[in-house]
């Protein structure tokens, strides 16, 4: 088994460094304290039934560690969502903001002034929903969004159809999936290209797959990525930097840019090729 570190101990390596002026040496360790953070987690609850009993554990211990009044409440209102079944949260708590000086992180719009240490609001950051939606530059998004059919195509070539309806999770599920992720999220960004501002319905990713009721077959879910795929980079190649930058309100996420729905849509789908590869009998990987 691979000995796993504490991250907590390179997090405070990597501020001792910032506190030196030595940022690029600091940046080493803030790497490796995430990446410990991900190792660490590997193993984690699934269900909501295990989720609900780790929040109720944390939530109490959060409080008592001083953590901001607001959060610790969004908390424990995702313990009675994973219990009743309520798939998502309103737009109330879109936006997240964590002070980088001292630590708070409170729900809301990024205050003028800290409460905690009264550090400026120049000093928060917003917490994204997920990594997806960190802003890839147009420069290396684009090519990575068209080249990915074919290294899909690849890893499917010599994949039946009989194979790819076999394992814990299936190739065929997996191309519905990305071919799903493609309808909506590039369908979101035509929107918001097309549209001023167009409110963007949630969805649950459990419901980002296509064919179900007609099981089509590897070849035909690679024809359709293929296809949309081209409509989609033809379209965005031809915009001008300030389109980028238009936006769309997500129930859940609040503003979101062209930009950042489609580092989005590049960003999942390349998450997703180690479990391809998997599913074709490939490189080992866990579903996700």
């Known amino acids: 088994m691979t000995a796993k570190l504490d991250p907590t101990q390179l997090a405070a390596i990597a501020r001792g460094l910032e506190d030196e002026g030595r940022y690029l040496a600091a940046r080493l360790f803030r790497a490796a304290a995430r990446g410990e953070e991900t190792r660490r987690t590997e193993q984690h609850p699934r269900s909501s039934g295990d989720l609900a009993l780790a929040i109720d554990d944390i939530a109490p211990r959060l409080e008592a560690a001083g953590h901001d009044v607001d959060l610790v409440s969004a908390i424990r209102r995702v313990s009675a969502m994973l219990r009743s079944g309520e798939e998502r949260f309103d737009g109330d708590v879109a936006e997240l903001h964590l002070c980088n000086n001292c630590g708070r992180a409170m729900v809301g719009p990024a205050p003028d002034l800290c409460p905690s240490c009264g550090a400026g609001g ?47 999770w299936p190739l065929r599920d997996i191309l519905s999936h990305l071919v799903g992720a493609q309808r909506l999220l590039g369908g979101r960004a035509v929107r918001t290209l097309e549209e001023d501002e167009p409110e963007l319905r949630s969805v649950a990713s459990t419901a980002v797959t296509v064919g179900a009721e007609r099981r089509p077959s590897v070849a035909e879910l690679v024809a359709e990525l293929r296809t949309g795929r081209d409509e989609l980079t033809d379209r965005f190649a031809r915009l001008r930097p300030e389109e980028w930058q238009r936006v769309g309100h997500h129930g859940e996420w609040g503003p979101i840019t062209i930009e950042q729905q489609l580092s989005y849509l590049g960003r999942h789908e390349q998450s997703h090729l180690g479990h391809l590869e998997h599913a074709a009998g490939g490189r080992s990987a866990t579903p996700s």
């Open 122 to 168: 120049l000093s928060f950051e917003r917490v994204l929903p997920i990594y997806f939606l960190d802003p890839v530059p147009a420069d290396r998004l684009l090519p990575a969004l068209a080249e990915f059919p074919e290294r899909v195509a690849r890893v499917c070539r010599n994949v039946s159809d009989e194979q790819a309806a076999t394992g814990e």
